[in-house]
């Protein structure tokens, strides 16, 4: 077995020039080499011969990573990821389907860098849809076939035109290429020169405060604590009757707990009014209950504040002659 070439590394974009130098040293296969290293890998592992075929493809994954080098990403990046597609197709080849490797490579290639530059080129997450990265990675090229490129906004047409040739909606194709022309920015910097505040302070929270979330919790409990008290006034029928008309989501029938107690509908009515007032009443008094005895420990306090007020303005012993 002959000892496999090390794999060239880029360790930044200033060294890519003598990356594309040692990828030319990696020798190109013909369609029978080619297929003979595949059956190796396929039937029996053997990485020696998956090396050759990643290798022997380096220039094609440098070639098709190039073409999107107007992303604003580091080529070093795309060529890396291709590379990783390009294994990815090694992995998965079938050599006896007919066709060569660099067919099938391509489509795993340019997979691995479009998956990256999606991921990579905003903060935000982009191409969510196969509509939105058919956008993405074609609406440069049509608005150049349009000489549209320096436009802000596209015209009614224009959108048509792209809408119509990459079958998607002329809404999708507005809000894409505004998205391509406004960069992130970020929420903490600051509006003015001075540095006066920052873009964050000029958002709006729709949602309740936290001391508005915690009073509703509170309000909430308390409701509830005083509505389960009142239950214990009613009797088994009563409580239930009143859990089926009023406390749920689809209230049970006036019929169907007429034949539940084998009494008449209008029966079962005055049941559920009888609970409902025992309710209100027990549920009033509670409260007026909670009313009294919180002014009640507001008026101790009260007292003691005036205690305590007295005895410090009073005169320490043997002072009074």
């Not at 080529?75 to 060569?100: C, H, T, Y």
Request: glycine share 4%.
């Amino acid at each position: 077995m002959t000892k496999m070439q090390i794999l060239p590394i880029m360790v930044s974009e200033s060294n890519i020039s003598r990356y594309f130098q040692q990828i030319r040293t990696f020798p190109m296969l013909d369609a029978e080499q080619e297929y003979m290293l595949a059956r190796r890998w396929r039937e029996h592992g053997d990485i020696e011969a998956a090396h050759q075929l990643v290798t022997s493809h380096l220039r094609l994954v440098a070639k098709i990573a190039r073409r999107y080098g107007g992303y604003g990403l580091p080529i070093s990046d795309l060529i890396s990821e291709g590379n990783v597609g390009m294994m990815q197709a090694v992995k998965r080849f079938e050599p006896d389907r007919g066709f060569r490797l660099a067919t099938y490579a391509v489509w795993w290639i340019r997979a691995a860098i479009q998956e990256y530059i999606l991921h990579s080129w905003s903060l935000v997450k982009i191409g969510t849809t196969a509509a939105q990265k058919k956008l993405f990675f074609n609406l440069r090229k049509l608005k150049g076939q349009l000489q549209a490129i320096d436009e802000g906004d596209l015209s009614p047409e224009n959108v048509e035109k792209i809408a119509t040739d990459l079958n998607v909606s002329e809404e999708d194709v507005i809000n894409m290429n505004r998205r391509l022309a406004a960069p992130d920015h970020s929420l903490n910097a600051p509006r003015t020169i001075d540095g006066d505040g920052e873009w964050q302070d000029w958002l709006v929270d729709e949602t309740d405060s936290q001391e508005i979330v915690l009073a509703k919790q509170q309000e909430l409990s308390k409701r509830r604590k005083l509505l389960s008290h009142a239950m214990k006034n009613l009797n088994v029928r009563e409580r239930h009757i009143l859990k089926e008309r009023r406390l749920k989501d689809e209230p049970t029938t006036l019929e169907a707990l007429s034949k539940e107690y084998g009494v008449t509908r209008e029966r079962v009515r005055q049941i559920e009014v009888r609970a409902l007032e025992k309710i209100q009443r027990a549920i009033k008094h509670q409260a007026i209950e909670q009313a009294n005895r919180h002014d009640g420990d507001a008026v101790g306090a009260v007292r003691s504040i005036q205690r305590e007020s007295l005895a410090a303005s009073s005169p320490p012993n043997g002072e009074l002659k």
